[in-house]
Nanobody
Framework: QVQVVESGGGLVQAGGSLRLSCTAS????????MGWFRQAPGREGEGVAG????????YYGDSVKGRFNMSRDNAKNTLYLQMNSLKPEDTAMYYC?????????????????WGQGTQVTVSS
């Protein structure tokens, strides 16, 4: 049984930093492209970042480029998202997901394994 679990969310002031983690079990982690997505109330879901199985490529959404850094440790089956210079508009539920179908890194339809999410709230 595949389990994906996010952690590290919380409340932070604008300009601050948070580091999200995501651990996956029940799958061969190194076989999967991984992604971070976010969903805020009243807004469309958004692809935050995606990373190849070996870290060979990393893509970021336009709204987080230069502020967020995604990485993975395949030996630990863990994915990370370092979020710096946080803004109130970054407030959202953040989800980690494993890609199960080939396609765009930011298309949620290509990701079949999802965590329950971790809430990030940025106060102004």
């Amino acid at each position: 049984q595949v389990q994906v679990v996010e952690s590290g969310g919380g409340l932070v002031q604008a300009g601050g930093s948070l580091r999200l983690s995501c651990t996956a079990s029940g799958l061969t982690f190194v076989d999967y492209t991984m992604g971070w997505f976010r969903q805020a109330p009243g807004r469309e879901g958004e692809g935050v970042a995606g990373i190849a199985w070996n870290g060979g490529w990393i893509y970021y959404g336009d709204s987080v480029k230069g502020r967020f850094n995604m990485s993975r440790d395949n030996a630990k089956n863990t994915l990370y998202l370092q979020m710096n210079s946080l803004k109130p508009e970054d407030t959202a539920m953040y989800y980690c997901a494993a890609e199960t179908a080939s396609g765009s890194w930011c298309d949620v339809r290509n990701f079949g394994y999802w965590g329950q999410g971790t809430q990030v709230t940025v106060s102004s």
